[in-house]
């Protein structure tokens, strides 16, 4: 990243779009408004577009309010990205993971910026920080601020951002991508005003009864554990996520059951949709799940997290999965 010819970019521009991935997580809100939070602070008119909308607990983020959903915002969206000069692109690495909002952003005369943790980014971009070790995009935008010399400006409200970032994309500081690093911008955040206990309760304690019982129904009756290969399956049709109330975000986190059983070495999740199923991976030291994801289900992702798609119902899907997992991979 070429830090001083971006910054005279930014000296010289005034309208800025942030975009991040469809169905944004924690890492792709918290960024998208941390960045938004310092870019307004140094006099910029700044616009966070995301393709879809994203789950109800992340809403109490500062600025959440202010952003503007492509999907059922469309107009306004691309008006937006038509007159922007610099286009940051966050917690994402192509533009086919924005879905339509991809189109928009392709033809744009705005320079492009990303700022991301997954693997193999396009070159696409003309500006980039990608860096695959980073716990989070969170911690590039702290690295990011930071290199530009504008870490003053990190308030409580952007540290709060930072912080849902780091805390969702670590497993809550757990996943091997936890740096002293990731720590030490963790502490400068205790340090501005953050209190970690509060973003915990906001982001894990907001459950819906409905949620909770989706989530025992799906480990109760819908789990099966492979001994012989050490893979978890966990699948949902869409009349069973409708029969609990789904709500977005409702199975965040629930592939990690699956890796949580003694010997399991991947764990699958599968979500069937209106026409396709989404597919969410997790793995273990050296089984690498973008690969998998990459070569068999439309995805990608990182080595030991990754998702990806099928036009396929459930039972077609998981049929499919069974048989990539028991004559297409080495487990
Ligand atoms: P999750 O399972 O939490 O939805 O996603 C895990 C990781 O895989 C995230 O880093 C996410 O960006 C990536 N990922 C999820 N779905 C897709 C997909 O459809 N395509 C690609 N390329 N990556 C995905
Ligand atoms: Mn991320």
Known sequence: MDYERLKALLDSSSRVVITTHRSPDGDAI???LALYHILQQNGLNVNVIIPDADPEFLHWMKGHDLITVFETQKESAEALIEKAEVIFCLD???LDRIADMGAAVEKASAKTVLIDHHIDPSP??????????????AELI??????????SLINKDVAECLYTG???????????????YTHR?????????LVPDQVHNAIFDTNSFDRLKLVGYALSKKFEFDATH??????LSLSEKNRFKYQKGDTEGLVNYGLSVKGAQMAVFLSEELHFTK??????????????ARSFFNGGGHKNAAGGRLDMSLPQSIKYLKDVIHHKISL
């Open 185 to 193: 911008i963790a502490a400068h955040l205790i340090e501005v005003g």
């Open 142 to 151: 702290f690295e990011f601020v930071d290199a530009l010399g504008w870490k």
């Open 30 to 32: 918290g960024s998208s």
């Open 166 to 180: 780091i805390m969702t994309d670590t497993g809550s500081f757990k996943f091997s991508s936890t740096s002293a």
């Open 230 to 235: 050490g893979v978890s399956i966990i699948g």
């Open 279 to 292: 597919f969410s991976f997790r793995s273990k030291g050296e089984i690498d799940v973008n690969k998998i």
């Open 92 to 94: 994402y690495n192509r």
């Open 124 to 137: 696409d971009f003309d500006f980039r920080l990608s860096k695959t070790t980073a716990s989070s995009t």
